[in-house]
């Protein structure tokens, strides 16, 4: 007998899903880092300060878009795995330019 019903398995559509509205929260989550910034550092904030951060959210939008793209023509599986490679390339990123 199986715990959850046969609509919550998760196939490799269900992960492109859940890879693209991870990939959407993560450009949510980086812009509302430069509206943080923003208000510690108040009105001396530079633009400068802003730049990565932008830089990151440019990275995650392409590659947001990349995986959409790849749904829309039902590569679920390449979809996914691009959803997870941006993961990785956006950890690099912030290690990298942000520190």
């Known amino acids: 007998m199986r715990f959850f019903p046969r609509s919550f398995a998760m196939?490799?559509?269900?992960?492109?899903?859940?890879?693209i509205s991870v990939q959407f929260l993560v450009m949510v989550r980086t812009l509302g880092e430069i509206f943080r910034l923003k208000y510690v550092d108040g009105v001396t904030f530079p633009i400068a300060a802003a730049m990565p951060y932008v830089g990151g959210v440019l990275?995650?939008?392409c590659c947001c878009w990349t995986a959409v793209i790849f749904y829309f023509f039902?590569?679920?599986s390449a979809s996914a795995w691009i959803a997870l490679?941006?993961?990785f390339v956006l950890l690099?990123?912030?290690i990298a330019v942000i520190g």
């Open 92 to 94: 690099v990123y912030k």
């Open 11 to 19: 196939t490799s559509e269900r992960r492109a899903q859940l890879g």
């Open 74 to 76: 039902r590569r679920y």
């Open 85 to 87: 490679a941006s993961v």
């Open 59 to 61: 990275i995650a939008a």
